[in-house]
């Protein structure tokens, strides 16, 4: 995306012409049946396939549509992104109201994608106040389909405890019987409800003298949950502007904020539709334990790096996850594992064995194989395959794709929370081998790769737990793991 320099002289000029002059077309679709939940569309003159939908604020009692909605169109239209304000309507105390209306727009932006010159890999979400605590939540709560690529916070509600926020979010949201039960206030504080990985990236924009809405417990606290989760997110407090400045001019740092909020825009990926989807799914070593902003420094995100634009790597690694379906902690339990189902991937690497190897969990050990099986044909269906005339035989095979690489885990070096290196090298993987050797797969023997055999170089691998690899282990593994996703042909 080219960087389009505007002057503060454009922003002088009248909505409706600068609108008329960057948006290609102006429409409004339904949401829901009466029509009371609605969203307008501005489809921008030259598209780069971003989007973005828009929840204007107003407390769960009303919207601020033209402030916190339809007067942000010239902005955005102007950098190629497309624009979408949604009307959604009232809870009164049923959460599921406005979810399902902004849930309805994700997917409609979504699947009418290519007829709108849209990637569906890069619509995000914006929200103020309220706006942006609903934001927040389709952004933490909604699986992978409806949960957008980005989110853009303005002085959002993140708190459901009226202690910390604004009361009357609190009311039209939960209701006066929901904001008595603990459970729903703690799972709904949407700081509680961030994921490791899966919460998309997020820029969190609002004012010091914010007395509506609190900013420590509530978009401070947002940005501290993804912070501590290493995920991707940008926090800018403004000295002042009070509560509700959304797209207004005499915003003393009206100017200031919109090139904040486009660098941060500039910053974001965008993936390539042709690009070749990889699913790294794994446990602690794939998720990036002990390694600080893993996000950006696990081995998927230096696979990435070493793979280039051509292909789109995803974290799908869980801490402490097992193959085993009866393990401490089962992999295949987890949101992560629908998350790399609806990744819809090409590639799919899958690191697990390290925390199967526990006497705790080993003890089902005659069960791996069958639970990799099990995986294995989640991934990749067998299907009949058809006889000259088209039918069905008895014989069956796997999808083309998606590709799936079995890693061997990397070697354990301590005994740390009863990890046994010698299941996994006597146990472990020569079921790997035995299975990938009957169906077909590629094998990444990480536990003899991984070492390279010199001793200063080896010990910088590996943290002090002698389980997890460190920021240069990382490395080491996505160097491995390249190498093998490069060389698949015919994908």
């Known amino acids: 995306m080219k960087r389009l320099m505007i002057g503060l002289s454009l922003w002088a000029l009248p909505l409706l012409s600068s609108v008329s ?8 679709v339904n949401l829901s049946s009466d029509g009371k939940a609605n969203m307008v569309a501005y489809l921008a003159d030259k598209p780069t396939g971003r989007a973005i939908v828009d929840l204007p604020g107003g407390g769960y009692s009303h919207l601020s549509m033209q402030n916190e909605g339809h007067d942000w169109a010239a902005f955005y239209n102007k950098m190629g992104i497309s624009y979408f304000v949604v009307t ?6 049923d959460r599921s109201i406005p979810i399902g209306d902004v849930c309805q727009a994700m997917r409609t932006v979504r699947d009418s994608a290519k007829v709108w010159g849209i990637n569906p890999h890069d619509v995000g979400i914006q929200g103020f106040s309220a706006g942006g605590h609903l934001a927040s939540t389709i952004s933490t709560h909604t699986e992978y389909a409806e949960r957008p690529d980005f989110s853009i916070l303005f002085y959002p509600v993140i708190s459901m405890n009226e202690r910390d926020t604004h009361s009357g979010s609190v009311n039209g949201f939960l209701g006066a019987e929901g904001k008595k039960d603990k459970q729903l206030v703690k799972a709904f504080s949407n700081q509680n409800a961030v994921v490791r990985h899966l919460t998309p990236p997020a820029i969190i924009l609002l004012a010091n003298d914010d007395r509506a809405v609190p900013p420590v417990t509530n978009g401070i606290a947002y940005y501290s949950a993804m912070r501590n989760a290493g995920n991707s997110c940008a926090l800018h407090v403004y000295p002042s502007g009070g509560h509700g400045f959304g797209f207004r001019e005499n915003f003393k740092y009206h100017k200031q904020m919109l090139d904040d909020l486009t660098n941060w825009l500039l910053s974001q990926p965008s993936p390539k539709q042709e690009a070749l ?3 790294c799914i794994g446990n602690s070593i794939t ?3 002990g390694i600080d902003m ?3 420094n696990g081995y998927p995100a230096q696979l990435q790096r070493l793979l280039g634009s051509g292909y789109w790597v995803k974290n799908f690694g ?22 790399a189902l609806a990744f819809c991937p090409d590639v799919v690497v899958i690191k697990l064995g390290t925390n199967d190897s526990k006497p705790e969990n080993w003890q089902h050990g005659s069960e791996f194989e069958h639970d990799l099986m099990l995986m294995i044909d989640r991934l990749s269906p067998k299907t009949p395959v058809l006889n000259k005339k088209g039918r069905p035989t008895k014989k069956t095979a796997r999808t083309a794709k998606p590709r799936i690489l079995l890693c061997t885990p990397i070697p354990a070096q301590k005994k740390t929370w009863n990890i046994s290196d010698s299941v996994i090298t006597h146990e472990i993987i020569p079921i790997l081998q035995t299975v990938a050797a009957r169906e077909g797969l590629q094998v990444i023997d990480l536990h003899t790769q991984f070492c390279t055999g010199q001793r200063d170089t080896d010990a910088k691998l590996m943290q002090r737990d002698g389980i997890h690899p460190t920021e240069q282990g990382a490395r080491r593994i996505a160097e491995i793991v390249a190498e093998a996703v490069s060389s698949i042909k015919e994908l």
């Open 88 to 93: 959604y309507r009232m809870p009164n105390g």
């Open 21 to 28: 002059a960057q948006t290609a077309r102006k429409f409004t």
């Open 318 to 339: 869980v801490s402490s996850r097992t193959m085993l379906e009866k393990g401490d902690h089962p992999y295949m339990k987890e949101q992560a594992w629908r998350d």
């Open 287 to 289: 998720d990036g334990h």
């Open 277 to 279: 989807r990889v699913a």
């Open 294 to 296: 893993a996000t950006a």
